[in-house]
Nanobody
């Protein structure tokens, strides 16, 4: 059973930066599309950024230009570098994986991490 473990969440002031990591229990990146999602109470989970097997990346409009997704296959780790953070970025952030690029972008994942809290204060 593959496990995804997020780390790096925390609290930061508006305009600050945080970096999240998602470490997989095995090498995912040659076979899976990977992504970061976020969710706040009362709202649907939102796809934030995706990285595919060929290394191509996609971002939600709300984070484009501020967030950067990347991966280090040697470390089985995916990253989300977040800068110019805003209070509306406050959420639990999850990493996820699916063999289907389309399904992942539809919010369907084979594997989910447990989530890490990001809090941005004004």
């Amino acid at each position: 059973q593959v496990q995804l473990v997020e780390s790096g969440g925390g609290s930061v002031q508006s305009g600050g930066s945080l970096s999240l990591s998602c470490t997989a229990s095995e090498n995912m990146y040659s076979a899976y599309s990977m992504g970061w999602f976020r969710q706040t109470p009362g709202k649907e989970r939102e796809g934030v950024a995706y990285i595919d097997r060929d290394g191509s990346t996609t971002y939600a409009d709300s984070v484009a230009g501020r967030f950067t997704i990347s991966q280090d296959s040697a470390k089985n780790t995916m990253y989300l570098q977040m800068s110019s953070l805003k209070p509306e970025d406050t959420a639990i952030y999850y990493c996820a994986a699916h063999t289907s690029r389309a399904l992942l972008r539809g919010g369907v994942a084979i594997y989910w991490g447990q989530g890490t809290q990001v809090t941005v204060s004004s």
